[in-house]
């Protein structure tokens, strides 16, 4: 599927391509997890969890970095076809190291209905994100079409899985406290972590000027911490009560979105690289308290069950983030640039100011007035981008508050205590 997706001639195939691509790594994900809840000891699930924590909050950051190193140097179809020898390696370390934890295989039904009328909803709900903000929403009777489609699947997947002898998602895990709420929480964080990581270097690029590379550096020290803190959280977590240790980690996530909000077209690569290493001192006490409660503690016989749902609601939420922030940023935009156009009209002090210094630096006025327009576009997307921030440290607020519905404790059966 990477190899399709550098071969793709247009938009549409890129679509579908990153679809296939995208079913592939839904495979992997869910995967991952419970080999290592069956592999490892009771005892250090929550020290392989935080290890594999680590790959959630680094491979973000190191995704733009290498994307803008290679799409600067060889083009944007390499950051595709590069998955091709990391694929083959990692087939053949799985095959040589996991070949003695085989495990008794057995035959059960599948719930063909059930898939079905999931996969239904899933993929129209996907559309939906995906091409939202290029057709103006539910303005288009297309994207209605689909919205209304995802929707009645979903319900109609929900009543299906009710009575189905083998489903397809165990509908008694949202019956566990510790495995809803710790998803539904992690799940809010991380929609601002992705929709800060896509947003971020596209103004970075589209309004500062920076190349790829240099945008993809500036936000690598995110990465730095969870590296140090998560495999020694999640270790620890067993015995300690989650919730104030969401809360504050909840706390530093917003003040470092505080930060972020501050953002002006003076700062400085150094402000915002730091802003990025405040948001990965804070990712892990958020994070691994949510990640160990909503995982550890399950009976076995849920846990490739929970993994599946867990990573479903959290790609679910990557991909709701940037879509619903990408317009929200465009319209906010618009508005600061309308408020902006107002205190620079003909007869504004500002504008003549503005117009003198420009012209004495460019000799025609139309390039003056087209240079001007062009900071004030810059203005308006800068002041639009700290709303976006703004609205992801209220959303943080909330998970602050919410952090207290967890369980205090929870036993190794997963019952809440």
Same mark, same amino acid.
């Given at each position: ?203 970075? /690029? #589209? &309004?500062?000027?920076?190349?790829? $590379? ?7 020290? @995110? *990465? +730095? %911490? ?35 909000? /501050? #953002? &002006?077209?003076?700062?400085?690569? $150094? ?7 405040? @948001? *990965? +001192? %804070? ?43 990408? $317009? ?90």
């Amino acid at each position: 599927t990477s190899w399709l997706c550098a071969m793709a001639t247009s938009f549409n195939q890129l679509l579908l391509f990153r679809a296939l691509q995208g079913f592939s790594g839904g495979l992997l994900l869910p995967l991952s997890q419970s080999l290592l809840l069956r592999i490892y000891p009771v005892e250090k699930h929550g020290l392989a969890l935080g290890i594999w924590g680590v790959t959630s909050a680094v491979a973000p950051v190191l995704g733009p970095l290498l994307g803008g190193v290679i799409t600067d140097r060889l083009g944007w179809p390499w950051i595709f076809l590069i998955n091709i020898p990391v694929g083959l390696f990692s087939v053949y370390v799985s095959w040589a190291l996991l070949r003695r934890f085989e495990s008794e295989r057995v035959r059960e039904p599948v719930d063909f209905v059930g898939l079905a009328l999931l996969m239904v909803g899933v993929i129209c709900f996907q559309l939906v994100l995906d091409r939202g903000h290029e057709l103006d929403w539910l303005a288009s009777t297309g994207i209605r079409i689909m919205l209304v489609t995802s929707v009645l699947f979903f319900f109609l997947f929900l009543a299906w899985e009710r009575g189905a002898a083998h489903p397809v998602v165990d509908l008694t895990l949202f019956a566990h406290r510790n495995f809803l709420v710790g998803t539904l929480l992690l799940s809010a964080l991380y929609t601002t972590l992705v929709l800060a990581t896509v947003i971020y270097p596209v103004w970075m /690029q #589209t &309004s500062m000027g920076y190349s790829a $590379t240099w945008s993809g550096l500036v936000m690598s020290p @995110m *990465g +730095i %911490a969870p590296i140090l803190l998560m495999p020694l959280l999640g270790q620890r977590l067993r015995t300690w009560d989650p919730r104030p240790l969401v809360m504050l980690g909840s706390i530093f996530w917003g003040v470092a979105l505080y930060l972020q909000a /501050q #953002t &002006s077209t003076e700062s400085t690569d $150094t402000y915002m690289a730091a802003t990025r290493f405040a @948001m *990965g +001192i %804070a990712m892990p006490f958020a994070w691994m308290p949510l990640m160990v409660v909503s995982l550890v503690g399950l009976p076995p016989e849920m846990n490739a069950s929970a993994t599946g749902i867990f990573n479903f609601m959290r790609m679910l939420a990557s991909s709701l983030g940037p879509a619903v922030g990408v $317009t929200l940023w465009d319209q906010r935009a618009i508005y600061h640039r309308s408020r902006l156009a107002e205190t620079l009209s003909a007869e504004s002090p500002q504008y003549q100011e503005a117009m003198d210094v420009l012209s004495q630096r460019l000799p025609e006025p139309a390039s003056a007035l087209a240079a001007l327009d062009g900071a004030v576009t810059v203005q308006a997307r800068t002041l639009a981008l700290d709303d976006i921030f703004y609205v992801c440290l209220a959303l943080t607020v909330l998970v602050a508050l919410a952090a207290w519905l967890l369980p205090a404790r929870h036993s190794e059966e997963g019952e809440a205590r």
